[in-house]
């Protein structure tokens, strides 16, 4: 009985103090800290294995296509530019389909009541 206990307050501790250390972490740190357990699912060696293969398959069929991989290119900052411009370009054009509804309805308007 004595053994059980101190197991679970060791559990205990161990909680404590891993719930302490996420609480101190910058965000990029847990950023990394969370990519870090995504790369190691829980369970069986097969099946960690077979999460492994389909992933390098991933990436293979994804370097094939010519597709850029996901850290590569939005740390770019050909890439950043890019995002900013069509969010910018986006914005315009939401702003521009405002007005266009405006001005139809006021045509609208206008045809009804004269």
Same mark, same amino acid.
């Given at each position: ?19 302490? *250390? ?9 950023? *990394? ?14 099946? *960690? @294995?077979? @999460? ?33 411009? @069509? ?28």
């Amino acid at each position: 009985m004595k053994k059980l206990q101190n197991k679970l307050a060791a559990l205990e501790r161990q909680a404590k103090n891993r719930a302490r *250390r996420l609480a101190a972490m910058t965000d990029q740190e847990r950023a *990394r800290h969370e990519r870090w357990h995504a790369q190691r699912p829980v369970g069986s060696s097969a099946s *960690r @294995i077979a @999460i492994k293969l389909e992933r390098s398959r991933a990436e293979e069929a994804a370097m094939a296509l010519g597709a850029p991989r996901e850290n590569s290119s939005r740390e770019d900052p050909e890439y950043c530019a890019l995002v900013n411009e @069509i969010a910018v370009l986006k914005e315009l054009l939401r702003q521009a389909q405002v007005k266009a509804e405006t001005v139809e309805m006021a045509d609208q308007f206008s045809e009804v009541f004269g």
